[in-house]
């Protein structure tokens, strides 16, 4: 008599073989591809900003020789960029544009579209520009202005300091010369007067004799 076999083992049997069917489908055959943002979130105005995605597998292998093209807009929903291309960068799947950040602070929409073997990706997000960063980067760039400009009056100041010393110590060594002279010409006239007094004295004296 044959034995049966067990149904449970055999439910069990085909779910493994379901399941190990499943993950090397995963692993080896899926192709499906993803995008994603990488770039930051945050900027001032007039800073360097840049649009960053990544383009890769479900194995999460860089996916190359991608089209994107970026649009980005203001926060009152007008383009600031329009349909630009993307460039590819160092690190294989990764793309990027540079531009310098708006003057208008608020939340700037970023739609990319990117075509890679025939297959077509979106990805939206958004970055900031913020209000109180710009205030806080005004601040910082008027203290440095008058910084700088307190640093130019010592500057200055020191300049005319060294040319009033050197202006003074010019006029002391003319009076200094001076005074020297004068001593001379004193001591001379006074070496003069003693000679003509012991003239006269000896004159005196020896009239008397």
Not at 95 to 109: M, R, W
Not at 125 to 130: K, M, Q, R
Request: proline fraction near 3%.
């Amino acid at each position: 008599m044959k034995n049966k076999l067990n149904p449970r083992i055999y439910l069990f049997g085909s779910f493994f073989l379901i399941v190990i069917g499943l993950l090397v489908y995963f692993v080896f055959f899926n192709t499906d591809s993803f995008i994603s943002m990488v770039s930051g979130t945050e900027y001032i105005s007039g800073e360097q900003g840049q649009i960053i995605v990544r383009l890769h597998d479900s194995n999460n292998n860089p996916l190359v020789n991608a089209n994107c093209l970026v649009s980005l807009l203001y926060p009152d929903k007008t383009f600031f960029i329009v349909d630009q291309e993307m460039i590819s960068t160092a690190v294989p799947g990764n793309y990027y544009i540079s531009f310098t950040t708006p003057s208008a602070p608020g939340i700037y929409e970023e739609h990319i579209v990117c075509d890679v073997s025939g297959k077509t990706m979106f990805v939206s997000s958004s970055f900031h520009i913020s209000t109180g960063l710009n205030l806080v980067s005004e601040v910082l760039n008027n203290q440095q202005i008058q910084f700088q400009r307190v640093i130019n009056d010592i500057l200055v100041t020191q300049d005319l300091m060294q040319n009033n010393v050197e202006n003074l110590t010019w006029r002391l060594e003319g009076v200094e010369n001076t005074l020297n002279q004068s001593i001379e010409e004193n001591q001379q006239m006074l070496f003069d007067r003693f000679s003509q007094m012991g003239g006269a004295m000896a004159n005196i004296f020896g009239n008397s004799s």
